[in-house]
């Protein structure tokens, strides 16, 4: 089988990491990071908690984030998630149920129809 270059990455239930994150791929949170995180893609699942200054592509949040956030594409906040601190992201979807309290600017262009 081919390597797609892909990786997946997974802090579980249980784990803390306290320091700095840095790589490309996919990052899951079911446990607690705290600290800095750069990288491609994050996932904090459903009692996952990030507390961190992060500059990713994309974020979905299903736990909780607190701290400073930049995507270059799309922050999903789901339901059972909760963001607090400060937001710059290129696109911003929150769901039915998930909080949001923080300061937000998102980057994309509106497009015209």
């Excluded at 320091?19 to 990288?39: A, D, E, Q, Y």
């Excluded at 696109?91 to 600017?105: F, N, P, Q, T």
């Amino acid at each position: 089988m081919k390597d797609k270059g892909e990786t997946f990455s997974i802090i579980d239930k249980g784990m803390t990491v306290d320091g700095s994150l840095v790589g490309n791929g996919n990052l899951v949170v079911n446990g607690m990071v705290k600290g800095t995180i750069t990288g491609q893609s994050v996932v904090i699942s459903e009692g996952g908690q990030i507390a961190a200054d992060t500059k990713v592509e994309t974020m979905t949040v299903g736990g909780s984030f607190d701290g400073r956030v930049e995507t270059s594409g799309q922050l999903v906040i789901l339901a059972t998630g909760r963001c607090t601190g400060e937001i710059v992201c290129g696109d911003l979807v929150v769901e039915a149920g998930g909080r949001l309290d923080a300061r937000v600017s998102c980057t994309k262009p509106v497009q015209k129809k």
